[in-house]
C-alpha cells in the first residue's frame, strides 16, 4: 500500500524527534551533573570529583554540537513538512522559537569560557560559577521549546477570526495551562537520565576495569542523584496525570483504555483489546485510575465515549503510557536498591548483578524519554493544534517529502556514527587515573615555576 505525504511527514517528524530527543536530553541533564561534580571536588578537595567535570564536559560538547545539527533539521522541518501548521501558528511561536535560540547562544558562550579556563583562577569557585549561566541557559532552552508543545496542546493567546489567529499575545500563548505540568516532566527527565547515563558508564567501566576510586565516587553521586531525580519525576508524572484528567481527558482516557465515564475507575496494566475494543490479558487496580487523576478514588473519570471516535487518539498510546511509567519505576527501585545494599554492610553494592543493572539503566532511561515523548505527540493525534488544526491539514502535499526522509536519514546515520567515533577515541585510550596522573603532576610543575618565579 503507497504512503500519503501525511505519513511521510510524520514519519520525517517523528525520526528527527527520535534522534534529536537523544541529544537534547543530555544538553539539559548533563549540565547539572557537571556543576554539581565540580563543586563537591572544590568543596571537599576531592580532584577526582574536578576531573569527572573535566571529562563529562569534554564530551558534553560532542552531545551539543550533534544537537545543533539535529535542532536546526527541526526548524527547517517545521517550514518544509507543516508548511500550513507554520502559515497558522508562526506568529504564535514565534518568540518562544526566538527565545529558545538566545538560551542556546547564552550557554554556548559560557560553556567555550568554561571550558578554556580550567585552573585559570587562584579562586576555584570563580571557574564553578561559570556553571551557573551553563545549567540556567540549558535549562530555559528546554523551557522554552516545551512552550511551544504545550501550546500545541493547550492552544491560547489568540483570537480566531476567518480560520486565522489574530490578537496574538505571544506571552500568554506559552504560558498556557500546560506549561507548568509539562516543563516540572521535562526537566525532572533531563536530569534523571543525564544522572543514570553517567551512573551506568561507571557501572559499564567497573565491569570491564575493574572498581577504582573514581568510578566508585562517579557511581555513588550520580545513584543519589537518580534516586533524587527519579522521586521528583514520580511527582511531575501525577501532576501530569492530573493535568491531563482535567484538560484533555481524551489523552488520558486513550492511555488508560478508559472508554466508559464512570466513577471509580480502575487502573489498566498492559492487556490487549479485541475488534469491539474489549480489554483482554489486562491487570485491573480497582480504583486507581480515579485517585491517580484527582485524588479521590471515587472521582468521576470521562471515558472516550465522551469524544467523536474519529477524535481519538490512536490506542496503541496505551502502550507507551504503561512502558513510560514502567522505566521511570524501575529507575526508581535500581536507585533504592543500590542504597539499600550501600548501608546494608553484609551486601556488596558493587558486585556484578548490580553493576550490570546500573548499566542497563543508562538506555532504559534513554527509552523511558522517547516513550515519553511519543506518547505526547502521538497522544496529541489526530491534531497539530489541538481543537483548532489536524494533522493532515497542517501536513505538505509535496512528493518530494519522500526524498527528505531519506536524506535525513542518512544525516542521522552519519552523526550518529561520527557521535559515538569520537566518544570512544576521546576516552577509551584516556582512562582518568591515567589523566589524573598527568593533572596532578601539571599542578605540581606549575607550583614549582610559581615558587622560582617569587625568589
Known amino acids: ?35 554539581i561534580a565540580e563543586f563537591i571536588g572544590i568543596r571537599k578537595k576531592d580532584p ?18 550533534v544537537g545543533v545539527v539535529t535542532g536546526t533539521a527541526i526548524s527547517l522541518q517545521l517550514a518544509l513538512v ?20 538566545f538560551a542556546f547562544f547564552f550557554e554556548a558562550i559560557f560553556l567555550g569560557i568554561y571550558m578554556y579556563t580550567w585552573d585559570r583562577f587562584k579562586n576555584p569557585y570563580i571557574h564553578w560559577l561559570l556553571t551557573i549561566p551553563i545549567v540556567l541557559g540549558a535549562c530555559m532552552s528546554a523551557v522554552f521549546i516545551t512552550t511551544v ?52 558508564i561507571a557501572a559499564f567501566t567497573m565491569l570491564r576495569k575493574g572498581v577504582s576510586a573514581y568510578h566508585k565516587k562517579a557511581l555513588n553521586l550520580m545513584m543519589a542523584l537518580v534516586l533524587l531525580f527519579g522521586l521528583l519525576n514520580s511527582l511531575a508524572g501525577d501532576v501530569s496525570a492530573k493535568f491531563l484528567a482535567e484538560h484533555q481527558p481524551e489523552k488520558l482516557a486513550a492511555a488508560e483504555w478508559h472508554f466508559k465515564t464512570e466513577s471509580g475507575a480502575d487502573l489498566i496494566l498492559m492487556g490487549w483489546l479485541n475488534a469491539e475494543h474489549e480489554i483482554l490479558g489486562a491487570l485491573h487496580l480497582p480504583k486507581l485510575l480515579s485517585f491517580l487523576a484527582f485524588g479521590d ?37 535500581i536507585s533504592l536498591l543500590y542504597f539499600l545494599f550501600v548501608f546494608w554492610k553484609k551486601r556488596n553494592a558493587l558486585n556484578n548483578w548490580m553493576l550490570r543493572i546500573i548499566a542497563l539503566s543508562a538506555p ?45 536519514l542518512l544525516l542521522y546515520i552519519v552523526l550518529g556514527t561520527m557521535c559515538v567515533v569520537v566518544l570512544r577515541r576521546l576516552f577509551n585510550n584516556n582512562p582518568p587515573e591515567v589523566e589524573m596522573e598527568k593533572w596532578m603532576k601539571e599542578k605540581r610543575n606549575q607550583s614549582i615555576e610559581k615558587g622560582e618565579s617569587t625568589r
Open 82 to 101: 507543516w508548511p500550513n501548521f507554520m502559515k497558522m501558528a508562526g506568529n504564535v511561536i514565534a518568540l518562544p522559537l526566538f527565545l529558545e535560540v
Open 1 to 35: 500500500m503507497a504512503i500519503d505525504t501525511v505519513m511521510w511527514s510524520k514519519l520525517v517528524t517523528g525520526m528527527t524527534l527520535a534522534f534529536h530527543v537523544i541529544f537534547a536530553t543530555l544538553g539539559v541533564g548533563v549540565p547539572l551533573m557537571i556543576a
Open 297 to 333: 478514588f471515587n472521582a468521576e473519570v470521562i471515558g472516550l465515549e465522551e469524544f467523536p471516535q474519529d477524535e481519538w487518539p490512536p490506542l496503541l498510546v496505551h502502550y507507551l503510557f504503561d512502558l513510560m511509567v514502567g522505566v521511570g519505576f524501575a529507575l526508581l527501585v
Open 364 to 408: 532504559l532511561a534513554f527509552l523511558g524519554i522517547e516513550l515519553g515523548w511519543f506518547y505526547a505527540e502521538i497522544g496529541r493525534q489526530p491534531w497539530i493544534i489541538r481543537g483548532y488544526m489536524r494533522v493532515e491539514e497542517a501536513a505538505t502535499t509535496s512528493p518530494s517529502i519522500r526524498i527528505l526522509f531519506f536524506v535525513f
Open 149 to 200: 508543545n504545550g501550546f500545541m496542546n493547550q492552544p491560547g493567546g489568540f483570537v480566531m477570526e476567518a480560520g486565522q489567529f489574530t490578537a496574538v499575545d505571544p506571552v500568554q500563548a506559552m504560558m498556557n495551562t500546560a506549561t507548568f505540568s509539562k516543563v516540572f516532566h521535562v526537566l525532572s527527565s533531563a536530569y534523571l537520565t543525564g544522572a543514570a547515563l553517567l551512573a551506568g
Open 48 to 65: 577526582h570529583y574536578t576531573l569527572m567535570a573535566k571529562r563529562w564536559a569534554r564530551g558534553f560538547i560532542i552531545s551539543v554540537a
